[in-house]
Each structure stands twice: as C-alpha cells, then as structure tokens.
C-alpha cells in the first residue's frame, strides 16, 4: 500500500468550469476526510465519510462543492462553476475510525482557477 | 476564538542546533489530542509526533518531542539537531473528543528554514 493518492496533482481551470478531484485512500481505512488549504494557512475541514456514509460537512462546503464515496473506497469532490476563491490545495486524508492517531495524507490537488 | 495559535510566521536555526515551535490551543473537552505535521514544499502532510490529553509523558519521535504544558494549554514541538532537510512548513492541529472523533483543527503553520 502506498498510502493515500490524489489525482490530479494540479488543475488549472477557467471561472465557471466544473472539476473533479479523486482520493484513494488506503484499503484498510475506513474514514476519509477533506480538506482545503489557502496560501499561508493551516488546511480547513471540509468533510468526512465514514464508509460511504458522509457524515459531517463543514460551513466552509457551499452548495457548489459535492463529495462523494460511492462504495467506500475513494472519494470524489466536485466544484461546480468554479470561482477564483477556490483556488487552494485540496487534501484528503484518510484513518481508521477508532484509532487514536493515524490520519494519512495524500499529497493534494493545487486548483488555479483563471 | 481559533482553536489552533502558532505565533511564529518564521523561525531560523542554524544546523544541528535544536529549535522549539509554539502552539497553544484552545478546548473545553477533557479528552482531545494533538499533532504536529510538517509539510515540504511538495505539499503533502508528514504525520511527525502525538499527544494525547491523558498522556502522562511528553511524546518522542526520534528527534522531535513534544512538551505538552496541559495547564498551559501548550504543545510546543522541538526539534534536536536541525538538519537542512527539516526545512519546511510545520502545523500543529488538534483532535477533539475521543479516540476516533471526527476530524482535525490546524493552526496556520510556522515555516522553519535551516541554516548551513
């Protein structure tokens, strides 16, 4: 296992656009978190799933973003109409829900949105 | 009220000196833990070193410690003998509740750079 992948690395979109970034996490982990990362800040929550279930969603996720976890496996968070605000670093993370400690991260898609 | 302060936007160490990181937080829950990542300029979190709120002992990962000041609400991270490879962006975050709880607060991160 490698641990946790996230396709694309980057994505530069026009304003209005719709993407679509995908998380993989690793097999055994059954929560996955997202979060979101702006220039010169601490990455922000955004949701989780436990299974396929999502189970929290943060302020921060407006009517244009939707996740998803179809079977429990990876996830895919969608943006639609993009805005420039939404350029950041997206982050997933995925862990084992009783486990103390042990949240893995992928290495993110940077969104530009021009 | 942020749940996460780190203080220091920027911190220089000479090499193989050894460097403390602040990081107060902020939580009316008895259980909760903390963390310190640090993040390279490729982007992805490296898990470094936890402590949870019972943990009676600072945590220790090799070169890096924790001195957890619980009445402080303090975590500072120390690093031993800095090597020009823990150049990077360092974040604290905390989980609240017990084990297993939902998801991660962070702090805005201190950037360190080593100094040959």
């Known amino acids: 296992d490698t641990g946790v992948s996230q396709n694309p690395r980057h994505k530069i979109t026009k304003r209005g656009q719709n993407v679509t970034f995908r998380c993989d996490p690793i097999?055994?982990?059954?929560?996955l978190y997202w979060y979101r990362q702006t220039l010169g800040q601490g990455p922000e929550f955004l949701t989780y799933?436990?299974?396929?279930?999502?189970?929290?969603k943060s302020r921060l996720l407006s009517d244009r973003f939707s996740a998803e976890r179809p079977k429990g496996s990876f996830s895919t968070l969608e943006i639609q109409r993009t805005e420039q605000g939404d350029s950041a670093m997206y982050l997933c993370?995925?862990?084992?829900?009783?486990?103390?400690?042990?949240?893995?991260f992928g290495s993110g898609t940077r969104l530009t949105v021009v | 009220a942020q749940k996460i302060t780190q203080t220091q936007p920027g911190m220089f160490v000479q090499e193989k000196e050894a460097v403390t990181l602040d990081c107060t937080y902020d939580?009316?829950?008895?259980?909760?833990?903390l963390f310190w990542y640090k993040q390279p300029s490729s982007g992805e979190m490296i898990f470094l070193i936890y402590?949870?709120?019972?943990?009676?002992q600072n945590a220790t990962e090799g070169r890096y410690s924790l001195n957890f000041q619980k009445a402080r609400k303090s975590a500072n991270l120390v690093i031993s003998a800095s090597q020009l490879g823990d150049s990077a962006m360092y974040f604290c975050?905390?989980?609240?509740?017990?084990?297993?709880?939902?998801?991660?607060?962070f702090g805005t991160g201190t950037r360190l750079t080593v100094i040959p």
């Open positions: 993370a995925s862990s084992l829900a009783g486990r103390v400690y042990g949240y893995t």
């Open positions: 097999s055994e982990h059954n929560r």
């Open positions: 799933f436990q299974n396929e279930a999502q189970l929290e």
């Open positions: 939580t009316s829950d008895q259980s909760y833990g």
């Open positions: 402590q949870g709120s019972y943990d009676e």
């Open positions: 975050a905390m989980r609240e509740g017990a084990a297993g709880a939902n998801n991660l607060f």
